[in-house]
C-alpha cells in the first residue's frame, strides 16, 4: 500500500519479531517481503497504518495471466481472401476509443483465422448470448485447419455492409471493423478496429440507435 511511510511504525506488539522500521523505499519493499512470507505462511495479515479502522482481509500472490477479469466473450469472423470464412472465441477484447470509435481484439499468432485478418485488414466482433454458448464453445475449441467448424456447427452467416468479413446471424449484436493498427503484444497480436457499422437486433435499440444491452443475456 502506497502512504506516508514516514508515518508508518511497525507495531512490536503484533510483530514482535520484526527489528525497527527504517523509512523509505527499502523498508517499504523488506516490509512487503516479510508480509508476503508471513501471508505464505499462513500467518495473520495486518495494515498497521490503518488497522484501527479497517477489517483484516488476507492477500495472496496470484497467477498473473489473464489477471484482469471480467473479461468479455465474443466471436470475431473474419474473411480470407480466397473467401474462407472463420470465427473464432475471443476474451482479449475491449472499446480503446469512442471518438473515433474503435475497438481492440488480441489474436494468437498460431490461430488460423489471425493470418485471415492479416491479409484481409477487417474482422466482425459478434456479442454472444448465452443460448449460443455450446457454438461458442466449439468455435473457441476447434480450429478451421481441422475442418469448417461454421459449417459443422450450423452457423448462420450474413455479408458484412461495410467489411469483407461475415457477421453471425444469430449474434444480437455484430461490429463491422477495419483494422487501422496492430501491436504484437507478448503472445497475443491486438488488431485495432475502427467501427464501421454496427448491426443489433431492431428490439435491443431505442428510437436514439442506443443499444439496450440490459437486455442481452450475456454468457
Ligand atoms: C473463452 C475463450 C476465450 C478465448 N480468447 C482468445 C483470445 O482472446 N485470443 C485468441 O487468439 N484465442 C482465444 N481463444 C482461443 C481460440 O478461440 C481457439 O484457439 C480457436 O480454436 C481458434 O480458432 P482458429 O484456429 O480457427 O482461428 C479463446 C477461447 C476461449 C474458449
Not at 459478434?126 to 480450429?143: A, I, M, P, Q
Not at 493498427?181 to 431505442?206: C, R, T, W
Request: net charge positive; glycine share 8%.
Amino acid at each position: 500500500m502506497i502512504g506516508d511511510l514516514s508515518s508508518r511504525r511497525i507495531n512490536h506488539q503484533l510483530f514482535p519479531k520484526y527489528g525497527s522500521f527504517k523509512k523509505g523505499y527499502r523498508s517499504c519493499t523488506r516490509q512487503s517481503a516479510k508480509r508476503q512470507k508471513l501471508n505464505d505462511e499462513g500467518g495473520q495479515f495486518m495494515d498497521i497504518s490503518s488497522a484501527k479502522n479497517r477489517a483484516v482481509i488476507q492477500k495472496k500472490q496470484a497467477i498473473k495471466k489473464s489477471c484482469l477479469q471480467p473479461a468479455p466473450a465474443v466471436l470475431v469472423s473474419c474473411r480470407g481472401l480466397d473467401g474462407e470464412e472463420n470465427a473464432l472465441a475471443v476474451g482479449y477484447c475491449c472499446n480503446c476509443s469512442y471518438d473515433p470509435p474503435l475497438v481492440m481484439v488480441g489474436v494468437v499468432p498460431s490461430r488460423y483465422s489471425h493470418k485471415m485478418i492479416k491479409e484481409s485488414g477487417c474482422f466482425v466482433v459478434n456479442l454472444v448470448d448465452r443460448s449460443y454458448k455450446e457454438t461458442f464453445d466449439y468455435l473457441g475449441s476447434h480450429s478451421k485447419r481441422d475442418g469448417d467448424k461454421l459449417t459443422a456447427m450450423h452457423v448462420r452467416l450474413e455479408d458484412g455492409l461495410k467489411v469483407n468479413a461475415p457477421i453471425l446471424t444469430d449474434c444480437p449484436v455484430n461490429i463491422e471493423c477495419s483494422v487501422v493498427d496492430s501491436v504484437v503484444a507478448g503472445s497475443h497480436e491486438m488488431f485495432v478496429g475502427k467501427v464501421e457499422y454496427v448491426h443489433a437486433n431492431e428490439k435491443l435499440i431505442d428510437g436514439d440507435g442506443k443499444i439496450d444491452f440490459s437486455q442481452i443475456n450475456f454468457l
